[in-house]
């Protein structure tokens, strides 16, 4: 399927990674891992909808909805 909007898609990023702490114990790899990425994913992804959002114009766009 498609994403509706950037918002969208970081939701499930989002979840994915809060999934992979839920699921596995402190010390694991796999919880280490999704811990570092979900950190890091605001400082990555943050720019990215920031571009997104000046090529959209100044068309307000509300991806709340």
Known sequence: GFYR???DFA???SLTFTNALAY?????DVY?????????FDVWF???LKKFEAQQG???T????
């Open 5 to 7: 909007s950037p918002v």
């Open 11 to 13: 939701s499930d990023v």
């Open 24 to 28: 596995n114990s402190k010390g694991q």
């Open 32 to 40: 280490k891992m999704a811990e570092k990425l979900l950190s890091q």
């Open 46 to 48: 943050g720019p990215m």
């Open 58 to 60: 100044s068309s307000s």
């Open 62 to 65: 509300d991806f709340n909805s």
